[in-house]
């Protein structure tokens, strides 16, 4: 009211205004140091607004750091990970090829009785005794394996007699690079039977005594025989003898065969 006042006579407008600026700042310093910038025609400074650009610099400067810490990483793969293939690169995973965990010759089927018939090295008793024991079915067994290095698989051929299935003969084949077959091994006594065992040759022969029955032998012979400079040589020999106690005879009753018994029920119905 008192600045109203003072403003009507004209004379009086700066001194109120004085007068006030005096009243509101206690002095005449304070007063000029709060109007410097108004009285001036210069845009008032703010404190706040200095802060607030030292603030944004802060800023931006860590940005920065940021957006070359990042740059570093991605380009030069030494930054705090690497992981994967760099862009979208399709990863191809090759598996390592199998090898062939064997050597065994190629198998090829062979007429075991046209080669019993044209070998020399069977007897004649073995020959003409080689007959079919019901229709075309010969008592004759075959095994194929690798036992001497050959071009294609040995051949083992086992003859028996069709009354009673005793071994007569027991004959190896090994495969020329012609495709024929040449003998090298031949077994001819009673109750002989060969095998393939991992590559060696394995004979068995049944050994009889003066009243054994034919079904009950006193023991057998087992020798095994393996490929060396062209020819089967001996390698190991086992003999067995089996217990007189089992002739087919005796006192002792062969086991009876037990009723098979039904599983319960077991939701006990």
């Known amino acids: 009211m008192r600045g109203l006042t003072a403003s009507s006579d004209g004379s009086g407008n700066g001194e109120?205004?004085?007068?006030g600026n005096l009243g509101e700042n206690g002095d005449g310093s304070g007063g000029t140091s709060t109007d410097d910038g108004a009285s001036s025609g210069r845009p008032r400074r703010n404190r706040g607004f200095r802060a607030g650009m030292a603030a944004s610099g802060t800023a931006l400067a860590g940005l920065a750091a940021f957006g070359l810490f990042c740059v570093g990483c991605a380009t030069g793969g030494t930054g705090t990970r690497d992981e994967g293939p760099a862009g979208t690169q399709p990863v191809v995973?090759?598996?390592?090829?199998?090898t062939p965990s064997g050597t065994a010759p190629p198998t090829r089927r062979v007429d075991a009785v046209g080669l019993l018939k044209g070998d020399p090295a069977v007897s004649e008793r073995v020959r003409e005794g080689l007959r079919p024991c019901a229709g075309k079915a010969y008592p004759v067994d075959t095994s194929y394996g690798s036992m001497t290095g050959g071009p294609s698989a040995d051949v083992v051929v086992n003859v028996m007699s069709c009354a009673d299935s005793v071994g007569l003969g027991t004959y190896v084949y090994r495969a020329r690079e012609d495709g024929s077959y040449e003998n090298v091994f031949t077994a001819e006594v009673p109750a002989v039977y060969g095998t393939i065992d991992r590559g060696d040759l394995v004979v068995t022969t049944q050994v009889y005594g003066s009243k054994d029955p034919l079904a009950y032998p006193s023991g057998s012979e087992v020798v095994t025989y393996r490929w060396a400079e062209g020819r089967f040589t001996e390698h190991d020999r086992v003999h067995n003898d089996f217990s007189r106690?089992?002739?087919?005879?005796?006192?002792?009753?062969?086991?009876?065969?037990?009723?098979?018994?039904?599983?319960?029920?077991?939701?006990?119905?």
């Open 16 to 19: 109120g205004n004085r007068g």
């Open 93 to 98: 995973q090759v598996s390592p090829r199998p």
């Open 245 to 269: 106690a089992v002739d087919g005879g005796g006192d002792i009753e062969a086991p009876t065969q037990a009723e098979p018994v039904e599983p319960a029920d077991p939701s006990g119905n």
